[in-house]
């Protein structure tokens, strides 16, 4: 199984060797965007009111284009993580305690 730190650091090795290096922070921002575009299309055509235009084929099922597309987001989210020293494992742990102080009572009827 795959931790939050090995996905950063194979994304690393991935960029560092095959990738040629990370694209700028401000150009990984707006990949980030356009992956997150993409996901929300695949989820409008498949539990909201948007269908695929005219002519518009795809072989994949839903589930492997949401897949793919969740994939995406996460790859760049890593990337600017990565550039930025950010570690995520951290990161989440930190918003896992502030939503718990948070939220401890919100949710009892």
């Avoid at 040629?20 to 409008?44: D, I, P």
């Avoid at 995406?72 to 990565?82: G, H, M, R, S, T």
Wanted: hydrophobic letters at 40%; glycine letters at 8%.
């Amino acid at each position: 199984m795959m931790t939050i730190e090995d996905a950063q650091r194979r994304v690393h090795e991935w960029i560092e060797g095959i990738g040629k290096g990370y694209f700028s922070e401000l150009t990984n921002m707006a990949l980030l965007t356009e992956e997150v575009g993409e996901l929300a299309r695949v989820m409008a055509r498949t539990y909201g009111d948007q269908r695929p235009k005219k002519g518009e084929t795809d072989s994949r099922t839903p589930r492997e284009k949401m897949a793919e597309e969740m994939a995406d987001v996460l790859w760049v989210l890593i990337c600017l993580a990565n550039q930025t020293g950010i570690d995520l494992t951290d990161a989440l742990e930190a918003s896992f305690r502030k939503k718990t102080l948070r939220d401890s009572g919100r949710w009892d009827i």
